[in-house]
């Protein structure tokens, strides 16, 4: 089992490290402290040919895989979380599964402009009441000849309000739970489709988390993304690879943080001495940097699995776990390292504590992903 990149994926990161040098990482603090979305960044990203990494030159895609696609995320990460998120959200959660469950006319339609960049993509699953209980969705689609109406609200879309496609998911029977949930392609413009509230968050915050809303909302049955009744399985194999995402971006954030850390440590003195030659300092850092290996070790190893087509939900479940406790403890140690000003708001270690946080909590809490390991230990 070789984890090693390939030479072209060697030579995908270090473009991908030269785009976000480049392209994000000089706005970044700016956009996090304006709560400010930058529709060019994405742009930038699909010019680039980094929107559809793992999907078929045939769809717009680049030909690459999971392991492609998890290094974008970590790459962008490392300089800014709020892009990772975008782009990871964009590729797991909706040009995947058009990809996975579309039909032909479908992908045309739909996962071409995604994947090429021409067109940016979020989703709908959480809605105010359900938190992690995906199953017990209040949001419902009705049958009315070749369209179903679409009623109800979904919280916390990234890139919600500013994305051209949405998958939503809604309950076509809301008597059988888990087994009346269907998935939707929707179109922004789509009669009945509104964006409510757009959050303020602790971090990710150039990173738009928007309300949807559907009132009558029309969509065509030809918009709808597998059969009746086939939601659940269709969110919970989003979420897989989604989790994967999650985890690359924490191992970004704390791997950016470490290079901060590392960065004021050689250029700090206390009682004239260079910070770094303390070991309590030192020690510091190995733990971290020991930390984030054994995160992006687990994060690839639930890429490489998908990218086989082998089993990977347990994997990624672990991979994200493992990867969001390692962001927020690299970064609160990484904040201690600057001391006070690791506290202040004009460096970056600051905006990536913030940032860590969430990888805890999107794409199912880590409570949800211990749960997820558990059932795997206990079936073996």
């Known amino acids: 089992m070789d984890f090693s990149l390939t030479d072209a994926q060697r030579a995908l990161q270090q473009d991908l490290r030269a785009f976000a040098a480049r392209e994000v990482a000089p706005t ?10 930058d529709p060019t960044i994405f742009r930038a990203i699909g010019a680039a040919g980094f929107a559809g990494l793992p999907f078929p030159g045939q769809y717009g895609g680049a030909g690459g895989d999971a392991v492609s696609s998890a290094l974008a995320t970590e790459e962008l990460s490392r300089v800014c979380a709020a892009t990772g998120i975008m782009l990871s959200t964009h590729v ?10 579309g039909t032909d006319e479908q992908k045309r339609a739909f996962l071409a402009p995604l994947a090429s960049g021409e067109k940016l993509g979020a989703y709908g699953l959480s809605e105010p009441d ?12 009705v049958r009315r000849g070749d369209d179903y109406l679409l009623q109800g609200a979904k919280v916390f879309s990234i890139n919600g309000g ?27 413009g789509m009669p009945g489709l509104r964006f409510g509230k757009t959050e303020r968050k602790m971090g990710v915050r150039s990173a738009v988390a928007a309300e949807l809303v559907f009132e009558d909302c029309v969509v065509p049955a030809a918009n709808r993304l597998g059969a009746e009744g086939e939601g659940l399985k269709i969110a919970l194999a989003a979420l897989d690879g989604g989790r994967t995402g999650i985890a690359a971006l924490a191992v970004g954030i704390a791997q950016g943080a470490l290079e901060e850390a590392l960065a004021h440590a050689r250029g700090r003195t206390h009682f004239n001495r260079p910070l770094l030659d303390f070991q309590t300092t030192q020690f510091k850092l190995a733990d971290m940097q020991t930390e984030i290996e054994a995160a992006r070790l687990l994060t690839r190893r639930a890429a490489w699995l998908e990218a086989r087509a082998a089993p990977y939900t347990r994997a990624s479940a672990m991979a994200k776990v493992m990867a969001s406790d ?17 506290y202040m708001r004009d460096r970056p270690v600051e905006r990536m504590m913030r940032d860590a946080k969430i990888t805890q909590i999107y794409g199912g809490t880590n409570e949800v992903q211990r749960m997820v390991i558990a059932r795997h230990v206990l079936a073996e």
């Open 92 to 101: 797991s959660l909706v040009a995947w599964p058009v990809f996975r469950f």
């Open 162 to 188: 500013e994305a051209d496609i949405y998958v939503v998911y809604a309950a076509t029977d809301p008597t059988q739970r888990s087994r009346g949930m269907t998935a939707f392609i929707l179109e922004k």
């Open 130 to 141: 359900s938190g992690g209980d995906d199953a017990g969705i209040q949001t419902t689609a």
């Open 326 to 342: 390692v962001a927020m403890r690299v970064t609160t140690e990484a904040v201690q390292i600057l001391g006070g000003y690791g």
């Open 28 to 37: 970044a603090a700016a956009r996090d402290e304006d709560e400010r979305f």
